[in-house]
C-alpha cells in the first residue's frame, strides 16, 4: 500500500471536481478548490473521519468495497478506480458485466436527480446508488451481501421483499425478473454469476422453477407502469425510464409521475418527508 500516492491521488480528484458535477450547491461564501472532504465523505456514504485520515495518508488500508464507494464518490473513470486499488494494496476490480464501478457519466446524471427517484442497478439487480428520493420511496437497497444484493434473488426468497408492489401485480414482476434473469444468462453464459443466481433459486423457489420453465423472454410492463406501495403516501403509480451503460451492463432508473396527478402530489410528499428526516 502506497499511502502517500494515495493520499495525493485523492486530494488532486477532489480538487479537481466541482460542487456542481456531483448536483452539490457551491454557495455564496465558498472558498475551497473544488469538493471538501466532508462532501466527498457524504458522497462516498463514509464518514469525514474516515476518508480525511485516507487522504492524510494515515489510518487502517482501506477495504475494496470503501475503495469502489470512494471510486464512485469521486466520479472515477475505470483507469483511476483500477489506479486507485492498487495504491491501496488491492486488485484492481473486474470490468463490464459484474463490476460494480458507475461510470462518471451516470454518475453526473444521478447527481443532477436529487429530487427524483432514481437508482442505478447491475444487470443482476444489484442496486449500486441511490437518489437520496430513491432511498425515500424504496428503502435502503445497496446494503445486501451475497446473493441477497440481487432484487430478484430477495424477490424469490424474501416474503418481504414483496411489500413494495401490490399483492395483484406480484406475478407479473415474477415473470418479469424471471425473464430478465434469462436473458442476463444469455449474455454472460455457463459458469457465470447469473448461472449461480439460477442454480440458486432452482434449489430454493418452486414458484422460479416453474417460471423459468416456461422459458419466456421480453417480459416487460405494459406503458412501462408500475404501482409502488409506499407505507407512509400508499400506492403511487409511477412511470420508470430507463437509460442503459452497456459497457458497464449497468442500468439507470428513473421514477416519474405525471405533473398533477395523486401520484405526482405523493412524491413531493415524499420529497417533504425525506427533508425533514434529514434533519431530524
Request: glycine share 8%; hydrophobic share 35%; with cysteine.
Amino acid at each position: 500500500m502506497d499511502r502517500e500516492q494515495l493520499a495525493d491521488f485523492l486530494r488532486t480528484r477532489r480538487e479537481a471536481l466541482q460542487p456542481e458535477d456531483v448536483g452539490l450547491p457551491r454557495g455564496p461564501r465558498r472558498r475551497t478548490r473544488g469538493l471538501r472532504r466532508e462532501e466527498v465523505a457524504a458522497l462516498s456514504g463514509m464518514s469525514t473521519d474516515y476518508y480525511s485520515r485516507i487522504e492524510q495518508a494515515r489510518g487502517p488500508q482501506p477495504s475494496a468495497p470503501m475503495l469502489g464507494a470512494i471510486a464512485r464518490g469521486l466520479h472515477l473513470s475505470l483507469d483511476e478506480r483500477d489506479h486507485l486499488f492498487r495504491m491501496a494494496g488491492h486488485s484492481a476490480p473486474e470490468r463490464g458485466s459484474g463490476s460494480d464501478h458507475v461510470s462518471p457519466g451516470l454518475m453526473r446524471i444521478l447527481g443532477r436527480l436529487d429530487d427524483t427517484p432514481a437508482q442505478v442497478m447491475t444487470d443482476l439487480g444489484e442496486t449500486l446508488t441511490q437518489t437520496r428520493m430513491a432511498l425515500a420511496l424504496l428503502g435502503d437497497e445497496t446494503g445486501h451481501t451475497g446473493m441477497a444484493r440481487s432484487f430478484g434473488y430477495r424477490w424469490f426468497t424474501d416474503p418481504v421483499t414483496r411489500r413494495i408492489y401490490p399483492e395483484a401485480d406480484h406475478p407479473t414482476h415474477s415473470r418479469i425478473f424471471t425473464a430478465g434473469l434469462r436473458e442476463t444468462l444469455s449474455r454472460q453464459g455457463p459458469g457465470s454469476r447469473a448461472a449461480a443466481l439460477v442454480d440458486a433459486l432452482l434449489a430454493v423457489s418452486p414458484e422460479f422453477a416453474i417460471l423459468w420453465s416456461a422459458h419466456e423472454i421480453g417480459v416487460r410492463h405494459p406503458d412501462d407502469l408500475k404501482r409502488i406501495r409506499h407505507p407512509e403516501v400508499g400506492i403511487l403509480h409511477l412511470h420508470c425510464q430507463v437509460l442503459q451503460d452497456p459497457a458497464q451492463s449497468q442500468t439507470l432508473l428513473v421514477f416519474t409521475a405525471t405533473p398533477g396527478t395523486d401520484s405526482y402530489e405523493k412524491l413531493q410528499l415524499l420529497s417533504s418527508l425525506g427533508e425533514r428526516g434529514a434533519t431530524a
